[in-house]
């Protein structure tokens, strides 16, 4: 892989607003700068499905960064309440579970550790900005 393609540019988010969900505070900790280097607003991180929705209750975003298995779930219930968006990236030790997978067949499946640039880029090729 090139460095262009796993390191972000500088305003690839560009404002926009991105959910972080993970459950891995080192992890989550790493997404939320690069969202932040990348110029976006990092939304977050929910640690739990419930925390999640909650936040996407409260603020619409722009895209997010999932990850999969959650102390009190899957993402099934955060994927749903997102369908209607484009800029989703699953970040995952596991890939999709097959009823997931069959349900969202369109959304990109990253396995951890993927480069944080790698999902701003993809991000970034993907999102749509909310007024």
């Given at each position: 892989?090139?460095?262009?393609?796993?390191?972000?540019?500088p305003?690839?988010?560009?404002?926009?607003?991105?959910?972080?969900?993970?459950?891995e505070?080192?992890?989550?900790?790493?997404?939320?700068?690069?969202?932040?280097?990348?110029?976006?607003?990092?939304?977050?991180?929910?640690?739990?499905?419930?925390?999640?929705?909650?936040?996407?209750?409260?603020?619409?975003?722009?895209?997010?960064?999932?990850?999969?298995?959650?102390?009190?779930?899957?993402?099934?219930?955060?994927?749903?309440?997102?369908?209607?968006?484009?800029?989703?990236?699953v970040?995952?030790?596991?890939?999709?579970?097959?009823?997931?997978?069959?349900?969202?067949?369109n959304?990109?499946?990253?396995?951890?550790?993927?480069?944080?640039?790698?999902?701003?880029?993809?991000?970034?090729?993907?999102?749509?900005?909310?007024?």
């Open positions: 892989m090139s460095p262009a393609q796993t390191q972000p540019l305003t690839a988010l560009a404002g926009a607003r991105v959910l972080v969900v993970e459950d505070p080192f992890i989550a900790f790493d997404l939320v700068m690069a969202i932040e280097d990348a110029g976006g607003q990092a939304i977050g991180p929910a640690s739990t499905v419930q925390d999640a929705l909650d936040l996407i209750a409260g603020m619409l975003p722009d895209g997010a960064i999932l990850d999969v298995n959650l102390p009190d779930g899957n993402i099934g219930p955060v994927l749903e309440a997102l369908r209607w968006m484009t800029g989703i990236v970040h995952t030790g596991v890939g999709l579970p097959p009823d997931l997978r069959a349900a969202y067949p959304i990109p499946v990253f396995t951890k550790p993927t480069a944080p640039g790698t999902l701003m880029n993809r991000l970034a090729g993907s999102i749509t900005r909310r007024s």
